[in-house]
């Protein structure tokens, strides 16, 4: 009998560097490999890989994250060029979560508490709002 030594989510991307700089900016990963063709990135306990693809594919992925900060993520996504497709939804006591998905159209749920608005500054997390 194997052994697994390791366990991991595969994601076609059309452009390497716009997938990962989208993830490090939104989640924060540890980039373990970096390069034009492979690119593998530690989020949590988890390790997501990127595989640039002349055809890529995107897909629901399956994936679900949670972030401390559900508001900086949901406006980094925006920024970054990903998007907002559902929510927020209530996930547990004190959380939302949404259905974003990356530069590249894969979806992934993203979930967190709600930090607090800054005093004045609309906040579409904080009221529920949508884009």
């Given amino acids: 009998m194997s052994s697994v030594t390791?366990?991991?989510?595969?994601?076609t991307v059309g452009d390497m560097a716009r997938a990962?700089?989208?993830?490090?900016?939104v989640l924060g990963p540890?980039?373990?490999?970096?390069?034009?063709?492979?690119?593998?990135l530690k989020l949590g306990d988890a390790t997501?890989?990127?595989?640039?693809?002349?055809?890529?594919s995107p897909r629901h992925t399956g994936l679900g994250v949670e972030v401390p900060d559900l508001s900086a993520a949901y406006h980094a996504i925006l920024r970054m060029g990903g998007q907002?497709?559902?929510?927020?939804?209530?996930?547990l006591p004190?959380?939302?979560?949404y259905e974003?998905?990356?530069?590249?159209?894969?979806?992934?749920?993203v979930t967190g508490a709600v930090a607090p608005a800054t005093p004045g500054a609309p906040d579409p997390?904080?009221?529920?709002?949508?884009p």
């Avoid at 540890?30 to 593998?40: C, G, K, P, Q």
């Avoid at 997390?125 to 949508?130: K, Y």
């Fill in 6 to 11: 390791r366990t991991y989510f595969m994601l």
């Fill in 100 to 109: 974003v998905a990356d530069t590249e159209g894969n979806t992934f749920t």
């Fill in 48 to 56: 997501v890989a990127l595989h640039a693809s002349d055809t890529p």
């Fill in 20 to 25: 990962v700089a989208f993830y490090r900016e």
């Fill in 125 to 130: 997390v904080a009221s529920g709002d949508t």
């Fill in 84 to 91: 907002v497709l559902a929510g927020p939804t209530e996930d």
């Fill in 94 to 97: 004190g959380q939302l979560c």
């Fill in 30 to 40: 540890v980039i373990r490999t970096e390069s034009d063709e492979w690119s593998e």
